[in-house]
């Protein structure tokens, strides 16, 4: 009788002789393997034997004595097809018993089969945002993309997401270009991150559309020391653009040199424009816009009249000469810095009013053109003309009036002061400075009536006054909301228009009256005036009749005069506007005072408020 005993041990070893089982690898392609089967024990020696799947792979084992079978399997340059194929080692003695066996399954890294943008390749337009799709398939584990602009990476701007396969990865990519992207490749790259040497990628050749760039830059045969007037000059102008058939403009800054150029050029995506490139151009000297033309001066005044000049080189040489209407001389007393001269000049007779001119010399040539100032005489402006209300509310006035003809030789102030009539602890005046004749006050008292005084000012004195009267609106009543509306009649609104006239009438009646008894009051008397700096005196000129002057340079305001209560006093207030527009004085408004029964004693003291500021005591003589 045969005892058949079956192995008692089988083994797969690798080339490191490591016992493997289950999944091996992973490999990558193209790797070569070296599996080892043992077995030992059994009776008869069994034969080993090495199947992928049903497919005999080989039979040829080797016995190592002592029980011990081996068969060694070498897999040559495994490709993608073997990925998760199974290899069986068995040990089979007898054709009567299961043959035992021992199986691995082999696990390999596959790389990308391939890339590619799929999104479609067309011209671009510069700042143009566009989404830009790329898809790889085929990697084992799933590939990975990246986005490339040369060295740059885009991977910040980009999106990726793999299949539930884990057979494809998709990477989307939000691409803005610009014109220095043109003519350069994107690139969109694929890789297995566990074999890194197997990188797939695809290439988009980029054609991007831009507007012109322009740079201007003076001809190269152009020397910029030896460009004076009149000299011939042309510019380079570097383009680039895409398309690149532009149509080209040359446009020039400035009138007068050193010119400040661009050029200009467009095409399909839009207008280029250069910086502006400075053309130094020497040249005479020219006369600098916006000097002061017109110096106002008294007799035997002194003045400074300054002159400007612009011009390159700016070694300049000055000539002053003056001019009226018989005579023309040279001006000799005048310093000169560089593009700068300042003549001093003394009108002595009106005979020295006239024209001063000045020009200027350098190594070009000339001033063509001289600098022209007018000599006029000083003195105060010429009053307002044509002041208009333009438009009141029961808190405001606007006023529009137009300069005088003559402003005095020098820059004028305007001046208005709206002087309540109203009597009461709510009575306030309001004044106005404006560089402008035109004025907006506000806050004023509803249903009162101002006298507005307008006047312009210098540092010579001041111009006559105009005198308006206006009336600010009354308030509307408040109505609540629980009244029902009411319809008014034709009938009623006549009736209530009558009514307001009425007011209106009786209110200028009180007023008049108010006016005329306040020259029954002799322990004190209300009087206008015009300063913030009184200097006053007092000269008889008529009998009973004084009239006190104001020297007033600065902002008008209006003036409480209290006198003692022994002196009989009367204060006539349309009098006093009266006389007012009558008398033109160098120092300031004429005020007029009544006493209709004496004078004053030769001396006495006044008291003067104006604003909310207290005037000291001044001493007034009559």
């Not at 790329?134 to 990726?160: D, V």
């Not at 005979?351 to 001289?370: A, E």
């Not at 210098?458 to 609106?473: F, R, V, Y």
Request: charged share 20%; proline share 7%; with cysteine.
């Amino acid at each position: 009788m045969i005892l058949i005993v079956p192995p008692k041990n089988l083994t797969i070893r690798d080339n490191k002789n490591n016992t493997i089982s289950g999944v091996i690898g992973p490999y990558e392609e193209g790797a070569t393997v070296n599996l080892i089967c043992e077995a030992s024990g059994g009776r008869p020696t069994p034969n080993l034997s090495w199947w992928k799947g049903s497919t005999l792979l080989d039979d040829s084992d080797t016995p190592l004595g002592r029980g011990l079978v081996k068969n060694e399997i070498v897999l040559l340059d495994l490709q993608r097809e073997d990925l998760l194929a199974t290899l069986t080692c068995q040990a089979r003695n007898t054709n009567l018993t299961i043959p035992v066996s021992k199986s691995v399954t082999i696990d390999l890294s596959l790389s990308p089969r391939e890339v590619k943008i799929v999104t479609p390749r067309r011209p671009l337009s510069s700042g143009e945002t566009l989404e830009v799709v790329c898809q790889t398939f085929g990697s084992r584990p799933p590939a990975r993309l990246s986005w490339w602009i040369g060295q740059e990476s885009l991977n910040s701007m980009a999106k990726e997401t793999v299949s539930g396969d884990g057979n494809s990865t998709v990477s989307r990519l939000q691409f803005r270009p610009t014109s220095e992207e043109h003519g350069k490749l994107l690139i969109c790259k694929a890789h297995n991150p566990e074999t890194p040497d197997s990188a797939l990628e695809d290439k988009w050749d980029l054609n991007v559309y831009f507007s012109p760039q322009l740079s201007l830059a003076l001809g190269a045969s152009q020397q910029y020391e030896h460009i004076r007037e009149g000299s011939d000059v042309y510019f380079d102008c570097n383009i680039q653009a895409n398309p690149p058939e532009p149509l080209l403009a040359a446009a020039e800054r400035g009138q007068t040199p050193p010119g400040r150029y661009r050029c200009l050029a467009t095409n399909s995506e839009g207008e280029g424009i250069s910086e502006e490139a400075e053309l130094m151009v020497q040249f005479s000297p020219v006369c600098i816009s916006g000097q002061k033309r017109a110096y106002g001066v008294a007799r035997h005044e002194e003045v400074n009249v300054t002159c400007e000049v612009d011009a390159d080189p700016d070694d300049i040489q000055f000539r002053w000469m003056f001019n009226n209407t018989s005579e023309t001389i040279d001006i000799i007393t005048f310093t000169s810095t560089a593009t700068q001269s300042i003549a001093t000049y003394v009108p002595r007779s009106k005979m020295d009013y006239g024209t001063l001119s000045c020009w200027g010399r350098n190594s070009i040539g000339v001033q063509r053109q001289p600098c022209v100032f007018s000599i006029v005489p000083a003195g105060p402006p010429d009053p307002l003309q044509n002041c208009t209300l333009l438009s009141f509310s029961a808190t405001s006035f606007m006023v529009n009036c137009t300069p005088g003809i003559d402003d005095g030789g020098m820059k004028p102030k305007f001046h208005l002061i709206a002087i309540s009539l109203r009597d009461g602890k709510d009575s306030k005046n309001f004044s106005v400075v404006s560089d402008q004749p035109q004025f907006l006050i506000r806050g004023l008292n509803p249903g009162t009536t101002y006298q507005l005084v307008m006047y312009a000012s210098n540092t010579k004195g001041l111009s006559t006054t105009i005198e308006l009267l206006a009336t600010t609106l009354f308030r509307a009543e408040r109505r609540t909301g629980d009244e029902p509306p009411i319809a008014i009649s034709a009938v009623l609104a006549v009736l209530m228009g009558l009514v307001g006239a009425l007011v209106l009438l009786a209110i200028i009646i009180i007023f008049i009256m108010k006016s005329r008894s306040s020259s029954d009051n002799s322990g004190t008397f209300l009087q206008q005036a015009f300063c913030t700096n009184v200097i006053s005196w007092m000269t008889l000129n008529l009998p009973h009749i004084c009239h006190m002057f104001i020297n007033d340079n600065h902002i008008p305001w209006y003036i409480l005069v209290t006198l003692p209560d022994n002196i009989p006093f009367v204060t006539n207030r349309n009098a006093l506007w009266r006389r007012n527009k009558r008398h033109v004085l160098p120092d300031g408004p004429m005020v007029t005072v009544y006493s209709p029964k004496n004078c004053l004693p030769k001396s006495c003291n006044l008291t003067a408020h104006h604003g909310i500021v207290r005037l000291k005591n001044t001493r007034i003589d009559c």
